[in-house]
């Protein structure tokens, strides 16, 4: 069974920075992806960003040069760097880990104030 679990959600000012982590634990394929999803009140989840086990990086329209996608492959984890919040980047994020079998942490509240 594998484990997400994630961290560093919580409420900021527009215009803030926030890091959130989701470390990987259990039988974990070496070449996987890993991701951000959030989801809004009333929305439909949305992919916020991605990278491979290889380091390749793909970004949300809504977050490209704000939001820093990376990972640790020696600790399976992954971090996201939030810069220059919105209080439209509110949401709960969520990490999610595949490699054909996917997984999703609890996920995380972010809450962004204007």
């Known amino acids: 069974q594998v484990q997400l679990v994630e961290s560093g959600g919580g409420l900021m000012q527009a215009g803030g920075s926030l890091r959130l982590s989701c470390a990987a634990s259990?039988?974990?394929?070496?070449?996987?992806?890993m991701a951000w999803y959030r989801q809004a009140p009333g929305k439909q989840r949305e992919l916020v960003a991605i990278i491979s086990s290889g380091g390749s990086t793909n970004y949300a329209d809504s977050v490209k040069g704000r939001f820093t996608i990376s990972r640790d492959n020696a600790k399976n984890t992954v971090y996201l760097q939030m810069n220059s919040l919105k209080p439209e980047d509110t949401a709960v994020y969520y990490c999610?880990?595949?490699?054909?079998?996917?997984?999703w942490g609890q996920g995380t509240q972010v809450t962004v104030s204007s």
């Open positions: 259990g039988r974990i394929f070496s070449s996987n992806v």
């Open positions: 999610n880990i595949r490699w054909g079998l996917s997984y």
